[in-house]
């Protein structure tokens, strides 16, 4: 008798049947999502996430965190993290994590490379700087902002504006944003916990920047390893490192083993308190994360501890370090000047973003143009508009 012959499924239908047999009974799965906000045809070799992570790494503004500040100013060094690579590494963690959790390592890494699209000019100083100056128009902050580029502000497809990214992915900006004061908002169940992919995203972003804002200070010379060595996670790795290798390594070396052993003893803990959690919540599916009166995903008490001093200590020898504080300080009064200027003279503003005062607001107009700026191109835009000599040619593309 002849073996009967089947259709033979799409790659995308192969994904969400291996999504079936891999992933946890907790985890999200492509084929349950909620959907996008206007209505597409499944992607024939790809599921919702992997369509939507490769969304956004086409986006303009995902390119534009190349030359946004982390910590340190691109001018400052080839070899600090900027608001892209400390995405990537989040990306990285966040997936590596998702692994040893069986949860979906496709939504997980969309959520974390899309988690700082909406970050201004100059880090949290240039947040800090667009929040008073649009804190009668409607405020700003840089999770919502996110949200704002991903729904209106690319312009990629001519069936709608914006990404149009799936409701999971956008819930994860919104609630990593934590108000929902907005009636707009109310369509992300406001009080009820995100997918677990979500919550260990968010984690994964604290995770990786405290790590390598300790590693870019010490590289720095701002941070000082016998400081560093009062310090609880930090020591701890250090002694570790001391006891495999001995005196005779060198100190790039040293730092780069004694930060990569922070991660690792982050993530060793996230993953077996997260576990603990899930199997003590008898959480058996993806729907039963959001009946949870908060997020199953997170570390011990002990590991919270000990990043807490952590960043206490960064906060205080480097946030706060005039080295940085300076830099940081000159991109606050440049996106001050320029966010002045234009509403004083709207007219100065590119034909797009000018048009675009008439139908939302010149100051929203102007904030989301000031928003979408590099730190190179903030400080062209002052040049051109304060120095006597400016160049007019460039254009924020």
């Known amino acids: 008798m002849s073996e009967e012959i089947r259709p033979q499924s799409s790659g995308r239908q192969r994904s969400e049947d291996w999504e079936d047999q891999l992933l946890a009974p907790y985890a999200m799965r492509s084929r349950e999502s909620r959907g996008r906000q206007h209505p597409e045809?499944?992607?024939e070799y790809r599921t919702v996430y992997q369509h939507d992570r490769d969304r956004v790494v086409h986006c303009t503004a995902f390119r534009r965190l190349e030359y946004k500040t982390q910590?340190?100013?691109?001018?400052?060094?080839?070899?600090?993290?900027?608001?892209?690579?400390?995405t990537l590494e989040v990306a990285q963690v966040s997936r590596a994590v998702a692994r040893r959790l069986g949860l979906n390592e496709d939504l997980v890494e969309t959520i974390a490379l899309v988690h700082d699209v909406g970050h201004p000019p100059f880090g949290h100083a240039g947040e800090r700087e667009l929040a008073k100056l649009m804190s009668a128009h409607g405020g700003f902050n840089h999770n919502r902002h996110a949200l704002r580029v991903v729904d209106l502000l690319e312009s990629r497809y001519p069936a709608f504006t914006g990404l149009n990214l799936t409701w999971e992915v956008r819930e994860s900006i919104v609630k990593h944003y934590g108000r929902f004061d907005e009636p707009e908002l109310e369509q992300f169940l406001p009080g009820q916990p995100p997918t677990l992919e979500a919550q260990l995203a968010d984690i994964g972003d604290s995770l990786a920047y405290d790590s390598h804002d300790l590693d870019d200070g010490l590289r720095s010379g701002v941070l000082k390893l016998e400081e560093l060595a009062e310090i609880d996670l930090f020591r701890k790795s250090m002694q570790k490192v001391n006891d495999r290798f001995g005196s005779g390594i060198s100190k790039r070396a040293l730092i780069a083993r004694c930060v990569s052993g922070v991660?690792?003893?982050?993530?060793?803990?996230l993953v077996v308190t997260s576990r603990e959690r899930l199997t003590g919540a008898?959480?058996?599916?993806?729907e039963a994360v959001r009946e949870q009166d908060g997020n199953l995903i997170g570390f011990s008490t002990s590991m919270?501890?000990?990043?807490?001093?952590?960043?206490?200590?960064?906060?205080?020898?480097?946030?706060?370090?005039?080295f940085c504080v300076r830099v940081s300080q000159k991109g606050r009064r440049m996106v001050a000047a320029l966010f002045e200027e234009f509403v004083r003279e709207p007219a100065q503003l590119p034909a797009e973003h000018l048009e675009r005062c008439g139908e939302i607001g010149r100051e929203r107009a102007i904030c989301d143009y000031i928003a979408g700026m590099t730190d190179r191109y903030c400080a062209r835009e002052y040049e051109r508009l304060f120095l006597p000599h400016g160049d007019d040619s460039g254009r924020l593309s």
Not at 72 to 77: E, S
Not at 282 to 286: G, H, L, Y
Not at 304 to 316: N, P, R, Y
């Open 282 to 286: 008898k959480v058996s599916t993806a």
């Open 304 to 322: 919270s501890a000990d990043k807490a001093q952590l960043q206490g200590f960064l906060q205080e020898k480097l946030y706060r370090d005039p």
């Open 41 to 43: 045809e499944a992607d």
């Open 263 to 269: 991660i690792s003893e982050q993530v060793n803990d």
């Open 71 to 86: 910590v340190f100013a691109n001018h400052q060094g080839d070899h600090y993290r900027t608001r892209l690579t400390h």
